[in-house]
């Protein structure tokens, strides 16, 4: 249907998890009655689709999605060097590993009943099943002081993940002279289990096939959701939402080193404010609750201003909250064989205060965008390496995230449109003034896209990207990289239903093992609608 896009804090509504900002796609269901088949090949998987639509049929109205991927094995995609010092030796581990290449299934049927014209009962379910592997080769060096590289071995590993999730709820929604309103109930069942075996052994002291048992683990998550909420439109100058949350979770795993068993409840206000045809304020507020870590209140104002018809003026401020996770908290997880991941009990909950600036404007077949955002950090979850191939998750005290985007848009005749875009990061320890790790300094896009398709049916695409001074952390390395790639796709959509698209990524087949980019990718799929 559509999607929108909040820079910010946007916790209010969408809760604690929303620090930065929002992407919320909103899906449209089919009110006619519809097929869809579909399938996609790439150089890294290949999948195959089907949506099916029933339209209204007395009162209900069904929807049902399928789809099958299976992701290839791309090779070993880089390595990772760790070393420490152990016994008066120096320990270094050499390690690379694949992708999880496998099989991935999901189903779901969404069912809706209607009361009357304004109020229907929702019914959902929906299943996902992964059966994926992954390979890992790693090599073990002693060195002394006195003598060279001495009791050199290396490893290999076959690593199995079964996945397994399960959703089904029911809504209640409905429509009334001030306004819309729903609620929701659902449950959700998540499984995984993970073994290793051995594969290779250069020593000859480990039996073939074999399961490394320190590599297995078993992870079950429930979770009982009931959420609702209520919009309001008290004058024509004023649209009032408002809304809660209660959610319920348990966990049985050997990843975890503790009870992690919680409660969370919520509630939020909102008003959508315009005082004057160019002036449009949205107030929020919202009180989170957790057994673990107690309550906290977070607030956000948004404005829109129009200096003139096509000419506009954005600035948010506000504040977010959101509490570690049961695996920050509580993880102690061998991890391929390469490290252990461990949780910290003493983590606090990240505290942020942000604002952001914008303007936008078009002129005739010119547009743009200009703006800068702001992000104060209080207790930042991040993670350390202690050695010994071992990472815990800590807080960062202080962090600050700020940065500049620019958008550009240009139309060039009826049919061809160059467009720019361009991100510039400063994320950093404030207390320490060191980079933030796993962060580009520099994105920049450049995009020609071709659209004909009122007429032939036909559209392309042809952009460059470019990731520019990555600051990444892989083991003991610490360091700067970046990848530039140039990408094609061409779409036809016939009349008879089909449509077909086909295209290239990375077109000059770049590779980069620190960002895990391993060349060219052909791609092609087609889908038919009946």
Request: hydrophobic share 30%; no cysteine; glycine share 8%.
């Amino acid at each position: 249907d559509h999607i929108e896009i909040i820079r910010g804090a946007a916790s209010s509504l969408y809760g604690s998890e929303a620090m930065g900002g929002v992407i919320n796609i909103i899906t449209k269901k089919d009110a006619k009655e519809s097929v869809t088949f579909g399938g996609d090949w790439t150089t890294h998987e290949t999948d195959a689709y089907f949506h099916a639509s029933t339209g209204k049929i007395g009162k209900w109205a069904v929807d049902i999605d399928g789809k099958y991927s299976k992701t290839r094995n791309w090779g070993y995609l880089g390595n990772t060097i760790q070393s420490y010092e152990m016994y008066g030796y120096t320990y270094a581990m050499d390690s690379k590993t694949t992708n999880q290449y496998g099989e991935h299934y999901f189903f779901d049927i969404d069912g809706r009943y209607a009361i009357d014209k304004n109020k229907e009962i929702e019914l959902f379910f929906d299943y996902m099943k992964e059966d994926l592997k992954s390979n890992t080769l790693t090599t073990h060096t002693y060195t002394n002081p006195w003598l060279t590289k001495i009791f050199p071995f290396t490893r290999g590993y076959l690593s199995t993940f079964e996945h397994e999730r399960w959703t089904a709820g029911t809504a209640y929604n409905g429509k009334d002279s001030l306004g819309d309103y729903s609620l929701r109930v659902y449950y959700t069942e998540f499984e995984k289990d993970q073994h290793q075996y051995y594969t290779y052994d250069s020593l000859g002291t480990k039996t073939i096939g074999a399961e490394y048992t320190d590599g297995a683990s078993h992870m079950k998550f429930k979770s009982v959701v009931a959420d609702g909420k209520r919009s309001l439109q008290l004058d024509d100058k004023n649209l009032l939402t408002f809304g809660g949350e209660y959610r319920n979770e348990k966990y049985e795993s050997t990843r975890l080193s503790d009870d992690a068993d919680a409660n969370y409840q919520a509630v939020y206000l909102q008003d959508e404010w315009m005082p004057t045809e160019r002036l449009l304020v949205i107030p929020s507020v919202r009180y989170d609750h957790s057994d673990n870590f107690g309550g906290k209140v977070t607030s956000k104002l948004g404005s829109t201003y129009k200096l003139s018809h096509n000419t506009r003026f954005k600035a948010n401020v506000g504040s977010a909250y959101r509490a570690p996770t049961a695996s920050e908290l509580y993880m102690d997880w061998n991890h391929n064989g390469i490290a252990t991941i461990k949780g910290n009990a003493n983590l606090q909950p990240e505290t942020s205060f942000n604002f952001d600036v914008a303007i936008e404007a078009e002129q005739g077949k010119t547009s743009g965008k200009l703006g800068y955002f702001r992000n104060r950090v209080k207790n930042l979850i991040d993670y350390e390496n202690l050695g010994d191939s071992t990472y815990q998750f800590v807080n960062i005290h202080n962090a600050i995230i700020q940065g500049v985007e620019a958008e550009a848009k240009q139309k060039l005749g009826d049919k061809f449109t160059l467009k720019a875009g361009y991100a510039y990061l400063d994320a950093f320890n404030s207390d320490t003034d060191e980079r933030l790790t796993n962060r580009a300094r520099h994105n920049i896009k450049l995009s020609l896209d071709f659209d004909d398709s009122k007429y032939s049916g036909v559209t392309a695409s042809l952009w460059q990207d470019w990731l520019l001074n990555y600051h990444y952390e892989l083991g003991n390395e610490t360091s700067d990289t970046h990848l530039n790639t140039l990408n094609f796709v061409v779409n036809k959509t016939f009349k008879n239903g089909l449509s077909a698209y086909v295209g290239v990524d990375n077109i000059f087949d770049k590779t980069n093992e620190k960002l895990y980019a391993d060349g060219r990718v052909y791609r092609f799929g087609m889908k038919y609608t009946f």
